[in-house]
């Protein structure tokens, strides 16, 4: 069988076209304009920011990191870890920002965020055939290529202008940030370095405690005082990111065998484990602020200073980031979208990033790679056929145009969306499985594309 660039024109990357829209700065936003701009390509960001903040967003900078400075796990044989992998392979540049800015996270990949932004800022200015214009678009350009990347937090103005065009109704859910401790009001008396069964070099604080501080802990938490909804939103979470005083409420002893687990981690005070543990991960270079893992939550202000306070070790905390909620909208893609991510009855229109359904920094941005790589085919006369559903990225994409579009929920990348392992393998060398399988697979369709897929920067 021919190669598609054997029965295809070459394409003239450095034609002087009409650019490329992207609509939003955020990280899918960045990463589909990097894989057009590395390709001669010339795009138009837009980002509201400065101009317009959502609810959460607070810094004016390019691919701000709003929750969590934890892109997860690095390992190839976890399904996000191995989504990375496949991204490097496919020059991304956000994993590229987030390998040059990491701090210490055991098997995690973590970054320090304010470096993270400016890396990827830095990297898109250095192209020549940038337009970065810094004000709120509100409606979607008819006569331009679009790759709409505006995230989770779609302004309302735009939000309604792109019902209008899909002609279909938002789904919507809300999602919750954990709050950030300075690290100097952290009493590191009362809590100890390390990650569970001695992984990595001990990347975690650990704030250990007994069972009546557990209890005394929890009884806090699901009296605590929330945030109240307004009056027209109906309380939808994503399942991944409950905040921790509702998953309190579903059982006593729940945040023990969750969030808050002891299990692979010993007290050297004690030298036993603890009946619970609130983990502290390193936000930045320098170590002076720590996110505290998987305490998304809801609860006002003054109640989280109260309750969170509790915790031994933060007796004393002060809180650079208080954990907060905000609406996050996507489209029902699987009813809207194609295998290119093209809008159905707008092909001039493709969609990326969380906004799709790709729930998750990693995944929202391998979205944005695939839209750029979606739109360079066709500004080249070609239809970028969509990567095997045994990669990663392939898998992604696969859900989230394929999913049952009744019942359409935002999913992480993980190997139950994988098409099945066709050989019997033992549990704990599964994952080793699918990476193998998945890497050759890229690889092959990388090669099979028949034209430039790698990194050819036009500054200068």
């Known amino acids: 069988m021919p190669r598609i660039a054997d029965t295809k024109p070459p394409c003239n990357r450095m034609t002087p076209d009409r650019p490329i829209i992207v609509i939003g700065g955020g990280l899918a936003g960045c990463e589909a304009a990097w894989q057009l701009l590395t390709r001669g390509r010339p795009v138009v960001i837009y980002e509201m920011k400065p101009e317009v903040f959502s609810p959460a967003h607070k810094s004016p900078n390019l691919a701000e990191l709003v929750c969590s400075n934890s892109l997860r796990s690095n390992m190839p044989g976890n399904a996000v870890g191995l989504l990375k992998e496949e991204m490097r392979i496919m020059n991304s540049l956000i994993i590229e920002a987030a390998d040059r800015t990491a701090v210490p996270a055991g098997k995690a990949l973590a970054v320090d965020r304010a470096r993270f932004s400016m890396y990827v800022e830095e990297k898109l200015l250095s192209q020549e055939r940038l337009t970065i214009i810094r004000k709120e678009l509100r409606e979607i350009p008819d006569d331009h290529m679009v790759v709409i990347a505006t995230g989770p937090l779609t302004s309302h103005a735009l939000a309604k202008n792109i019902a209008e065009l899909t002609g279909s109704d938002y789904l919507y859910f809300y999602d919750a940030i954990s709050p950030i401790i300075d690290g100097d009001s952290i009493d590191y008396t009362k809590v100890f370095r390390a990650s569970r069964y001695g992984g990595g070099e001990g990347d975690y604080l650990n704030c250990p405690m007994e069972r009546a501080e557990y209890e005394q802990f929890w009884q806090a938490l699901i009296e605590g005082e929330e945030v109240p909804l307004k009056p027209f939103e109906e309380l939808k979470f994503f399942s991944g990111c409950l905040p921790i005083e509702i ?54 202000w003054p109640e989280q200073r109260r309750i969170l306070r509790m915790i031994p070790g933060l007796e004393n905390a002060e809180f650079a980031r208080y954990g907060s909620i905000h609406r996050n909208t996507f489209i029902n893609s699987p009813a809207l979208l194609g295998d290119t991510l093209q809008l159905r009855t707008k092909d001039n229109v493709y969609f990326a990033g969380q906004i799709t359904g790709a729930e998750g920094y990693v995944e929202s941005s391998a979205i944005g790679l695939l839209a750029g790589l979606s739109a360079f085919s066709r500004l080249c006369g070609r239809v970028m056929t969509p990567p095997p559903a045994t990669t990663a990225l392939g898998a992604m994409l696969h859900y989230i145009v394929h999913a049952d579009e009744k019942n359409f929920q935002p999913m992480n990348i993980n190997f139950g969306i994988f098409p099945p392992l066709t050989q019997k393998v033992p549990r704990k060398d599964r994952g080793q499985y699918y990476a193998e399988r998945s890497l050759k697979a890229l690889r092959d369709w990388k090669e099979r594309q028949g034209y430039d897929f790698s990194s050819s920067s036009t500054a200068g």
Request: aromatic fraction near 8%; proline fraction near 7%.
């Open 247 to 300: 998953l309190a409420r579903s059982g006593k002893h729940t945040l023990a065998f969750g969030p808050m687990k002891p299990v692979g981690l010993l007290d050297p005070k004690t030298s036993k484990q603890p009946f619970a543990v609130v983990q502290l991960r390193q936000e930045d270079e320098g170590g002076r602020l720590f996110n505290m893992v998987g305490f998304q939550t809801k609860l006002t």
